[in-house]
């Protein structure tokens, strides 16, 4: 089992950064690959990005590609998403996610955090 818990989340001004932080318990977190999603109101849950176990392969939206990056710290069982120039269009809640396979735009991932609002005014 893994717990996983999102922080970092506020509200920021557009072309502003955040940095979204997401610790999971257990001692098995390196054995994960971590999503990040997000879901905006009235939308999908939607694929933002994803590392490896190891942090050595990271993939992303095409939406925020460029924008956003994806680290972890094994050693401290978390795992980060740095959000730069922030456009309105993604406001959303953003989740970070475990899963034992590297999955890559799909929802399927085996444990999921209770997401934290990012809101990007204009």
């Known amino acids: 089992q893994v717990q996983l818990v999102e922080s970092g989340g506020g509200v920021v001004q557009a072309g502003g950064s955040l940095r979204l932080s997401c610790t999971a318990s257990?001692?098995?977190?390196?054995?994960?690959?971590m999503g990040w999603f997000r879901q905006a109101p009235g939308k999908e849950r939607e694929f933002v990005g994803v590392i490896s176990w190891s942090g050595t392969n990271r993939y992303y939206a095409d939406s925020v590609k460029g924008r956003f990056t994806i680290s972890r710290d094994n050693a401290k069982n978390t795992v980060y998403l740095q959000m730069n120039s922030l456009k309105p269009e993604d406001t959303a809640v953003y989740y970070c996610?475990?899963?034992?396979?590297?999955?890559?735009?799909?929802?399927?991932?085996?444990?999921w955090g209770q997401g934290t609002q990012v809101t990007v005014s204009s």
């Open positions: 257990g001692r098995t977190f390196s054995s994960y690959a």
């Open positions: 996610a475990a899963s034992s396979r590297l999955r890559i735009g799909t929802n399927e991932y085996d444990y």
